[in-house]
């Protein structure tokens, strides 16, 4: 059974920095590409970043420049975040996407970003 663990939420200050990690365990294959996501109170569920198994990144608009994401492992796919934004505030979401379309979501790590 496939499970994703999301983890290093919390609560920091404007200016600060986070990392997240998402942890793979059981049998996965024919990823697509592995990605981060947010979901703010009231809003819908939107992309931060994703990456391919050969490493190629997309970022959301308004965390280029400030988010890194980046493979720590096989089984490990991390989020730096710095000079965190009060706007960066929700739940992040870890989500590896298959081929065939569909795929697996972590239940989420709370980041609050307080100014």
């Known amino acids: 059974q496939v499970q994703l663990v999301e983890s290093g939420g919390g609560f920091v200050q404007a200016g600060g920095s986070l990392r997240l990690s998402c942890a793979a365990s059981?049998?996965?294959?024919?990823?697509?590409?592995v990605g981060w996501y947010r979901q703010a109170p009231g809003k819908q569920r939107e992309l931060v970043a994703t990456i391919t198994l050969g490493g190629s990144t997309v970022y959301a608009d308004s965390v280029k420049g400030r988010f890194t994401i980046s493979r720590d492992n096989a089984r490990t796919v991390a989020l730096q975040m710095n000079n965190l934004k009060v706007e960066d505030t929700a739940v992040y979401y870890c989500n590896v996407q298959l081929r065939r379309g569909d795929g697996y979501w972590g239940r989420g790590t709370q980041v609050t970003v307080s100014s």
């Open positions: 059981g049998f996965i294959s024919n990823i697509n590409y």
